[in-house]
């Protein structure tokens, strides 16, 4: 569908990008080749503007999958050859694994990076993972790494999956006072806007207002102020204090061999810290409402066969998940929750 109304236009008037999925076993040459050239065939062009080798995590996982197959220098050959205008990498990983890659720069030249990047994990993406075996690395560092470089840096998740633009009300309140038109979400578009070197930012839009709020945001640019950057980094330490689950909704972690809805869980969980429906204590204000409200919604936006009660445990998520969740552990409190509030009327 995107080609065919693509092919509408001329080829020169719209770039077009996308990605080697060589992870999950498919690890060969001709695989590799294989998925460009039908990267081609689908579009029914001659090159790709911008391909990108696909979550990359460690220094061992480029290796096996574009290393020791050869398939990373039949990439740089298709792009002396013009069927590859720029080629690049999306970065998912912790901070030895980044440097490893990035010092192939001398011999691929990186022509772009694709890195997670929003006022949140720009100091405290380590505080966003709930796995202590993880350390996740600050985009504070990702970014300045690729700009000393001089490599153009593309932002994927500047949104969190939607969380910075769906904030509790106390962030909200606090945003809107500094600028009462403003989005929430337009914040953090133009907090990654700010840095000279961002190529483009990666936006998930749903509804035409997304759209309408992006193109207002982005307008007639002007980049955040060092006071606005300092305003942010409080609100940064604010949403901090909110127990939500780091949750982008990148599917990475589906399907569940269970069959759970984890992404929908966890959006659930979210939307209800947001609006202050997780009830601690049944003396406190306003606790039947908010009982009611979580228990009502869950019911209504999970199946039953596919909530937290019914995982084991097996960890299969956990290899997939590029925010480093405890997927697992964050079910079985997600579960004990409910369960409280379903005995405590």
Not at 63 to 79: A, C, H, I, P, S
Not at 114 to 128: E, G, T
Not at 165 to 188: F, N, Y
Not at 225 to 242: C, K, R
Request: net charge neutral; charged share 25%; aromatic share 10%.
């Amino acid at each position: 569908m995107t080609a065919a109304a693509l092919l509408r236009h001329p080829r020169d008037k719209y770039f077009i990008a996308t990605k080697c999925s060589n992870q999950n076993g498919r690890k060969t040459l001709k695989e590799g080749q294989d998925m460009f050239e039908n990267s081609l065939s689908v579009f029914r062009t001659d090159h790709i503007d911008y391909y990108l080798l696909h979550i990359l995590s460690s220094e061992q996982n480029f290796k096996e999958r574009f290393l020791d197959n050869g398939l990373l220098d039949w990439l740089m050959e298709q792009r002396s050859q013009g069927r590859i205008r720029n080629l690049g990498f999306s970065f998912h990983g912790e901070r030895p694994g980044f440097d490893a890659i990035l010092a192939w720069h001398e011999k691929v030249h990186w022509d772009f990076v694709q890195i997670q990047m929003n006022y949140l994990d720009w100091k405290h993406s380590d505080q966003a993972s709930s796995r202590p075996d993880r350390k996740a690395v600050n985009a504070e560092y990702l970014y300045g790494q690729l700009a000393a470089r001089e490599i153009p840096v593309v932002i994927m998740e500047p949104m969190l999956g939607g969380r910075l633009a769906k904030l509790a009300q106390g962030p909200v309140t606090r945003l809107k006072s500094r600028e009462p038109e403003r989005s929430a979400a337009s914040w953090a578009f133009r907090f990654c806007g700010t840095f000279p070197k961002v190529l483009t930012i990666l936006s998930g839009m749903t509804y035409m207002e997304h759209l309408q709020d992006n193109i207002k945001s982005l307008s007639g640019f002007q980049p955040l102020s060092e006071d606005d950057l300092a305003f942010l980094e409080d609100t940064a330490l604010q949403i901090l204090n909110f127990p939500t689950v780091p949750c982008t909704s990148c599917q990475y972690c589906m399907p569940c061999p269970y069959g759970l809805d984890i992404p929908g869980i966890f959006a659930h969980y979210n939307r209800c810290v947001n609006e202050d429906h997780i009830p601690q204590d049944a003396m406190s204000p306003g606790y039947r409402e908010s009982r009611r409200a979580y228990l009502v919604s869950y019911a209504r936006s999970i199946p039953r066969e596919r909530r937290a009660d019914h995982c084991v445990g097996c960890g299969e998520c956990l290899m997939h998940c590029p925010q480093g969740i405890d997927i697992p552990g964050q079910m079985r409190k997600i579960d004990r929750y409910s369960e409280k509030l379903k005995k405590n009327p």
